[in-house]
């Protein structure tokens, strides 16, 4: 069914009793073209994408959990294109452009609201480094307003200016940087790439990945192997484990990085604001809850747990 105010309005009628469910539960095919492995955003743009723009669709996905299960349901839910390096910048203006007109795209409601990125600075040489960063902000078409102390106090009056030892002096601001519901991102791409026959399979977890000759020929999973032509994967900061049953080893190393939202409070931060000097940064979600944004564990870990020990730094950070 295709959302629409219409849609909305004729299901009232009916007492919201036409709603189907938004995507099928099926079993899985002994065999697919692709295999994506990891239900989270990125597995399931990528299923969506291939069906969309490439007419690829006897596709998986496969989730060990439920879709959307993974850090696209548990970040801050900030969306920006406020790098510096040239490889960075026009990436991630890609990324703005696409998050500008998805909604449109796979005709869902993601929450995407550019209610502006502020970048606190407290030395002139922060300032300096922001100056640049704006300049190639602008050099991609992103946009970048540096304002001085005045004008982050117009933007933002209730912050507090004057901390003895990290002053506001000004801020580097995207205003079409903001937020979206990150997991309504993953609903969205999982409804359009199942609509357009996509298999989206969780509780399904890749435990073995089989080859011969070098060629890759399918899963060994928890429910039971799938054979495919192409596997990709998708899985975060589980990559070294998945990489690592096709032999690979990795270069990298994965850390938690924590967040956590407070209860619901009236509304009083409007934007999203980032305290860099103290690994700090805050918004208020649509719900009410004040959405805080901290540094990542000082260890590896591939778990998915809080720790109370950063929860307590951004609440002082937050309080300064
Ligand atoms: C606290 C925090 C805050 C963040 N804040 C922001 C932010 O404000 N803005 C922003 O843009 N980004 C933010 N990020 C980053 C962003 O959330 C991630 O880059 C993005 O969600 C990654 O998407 P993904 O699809 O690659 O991974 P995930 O959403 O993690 O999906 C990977 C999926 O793979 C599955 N999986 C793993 N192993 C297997 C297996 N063997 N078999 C089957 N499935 C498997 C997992 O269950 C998971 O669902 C934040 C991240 C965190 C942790």
């Known amino acids: 069914m295709r959302f629409s105010a ?29 295999i994506i492995v990891g239900g989270g955003g990125h597995g399931l743009a990528t299923a969506f994408y291939l069906a969309k723009e490439f007419g690829v669709t006897n596709v998986a996905v496969l989730e060990k959990s439920w879709l959307g299960s993974g850090n696209i349901g548990r970040n801050t839910t900030i969306i920006r294109s406020n790098y510096m390096l040239p490889g960075n910048e026009p990436f991630y203006e890609l990324s703005m452009k696409l998050w500008e007109n998805m909604e449109q795209d796979f005709n869902y409601n993601a929450m995407v609201s550019q209610r502006g990125v502020l970048n606190l600075y407290h030395t002139d040489g922060q300032r300096d480094a922001y100056a640049r960063r704006g300049n190639a902000m602008h050099l991609e078409g992103a946009g970048g307003e540096l304002l001085d102390r005045e004008q982050v106090r117009q933007f933002a009056p209730y912050l507090n200016f004057d901390h003895h030892r990290f002053p506001i002096l000004g801020g580097l601001l995207q205003r079409r940087g903001g937020t979206a519901r990150h997991d309504a991102v993953a609903w969205g791409y999982a409804r359009g790439a199942d609509m357009r026959g996509v298999d989206l399979i969780q509780n399904c977890e890749v435990t073995g990945i089989t080859r011969e000759n070098g060629m890759i020929t399918g899963v060994e999973t928890s429910r039971g192997f799938i054979g495919c032509n192409k596997l990709a994967l998708a899985t975060a900061g589980h990559s070294t484990v998945t990489a690592s049953m096709a032999g690979l080893r990795l270069p990298i190393e994965s850390h938690v990085l924590q967040a956590f939202v407070s ?9 999203v604001i980032t305290f860099g000097m103290g690994h700090f940064y805050v918004s208020q979600s649509d719900k009410g809850g004040l959405v ?29």
């Not at 299901?11 to 079993?27: D, H, I, M, S």
């Not at 209860?263 to 934007?271: A, F, I, R, T, W």
């Not at 805080?292 to 730094?313: E, H, K, Q, T, V």
């Open 6 to 34: 219409l849609s909305i309005f004729r299901e009232a009628l009916k007492k919201n009793t036409g709603w189907a469910p938004v995507w099928r539960q099926p079993e899985p095919k002994r065999h697919y073209d692709v």
């Open 263 to 271: 209860e619901g409070l009236k509304p009083v931060v409007d934007s």
């Open 292 to 320: 805080f944004g901290g540094d990542i564990d000082g260890f590896n870990s591939y778990a998915r747990r809080g720790a109370l020990p950063r929860s307590s730094m951004c609440s002082r950070s937050a309080c300064r």
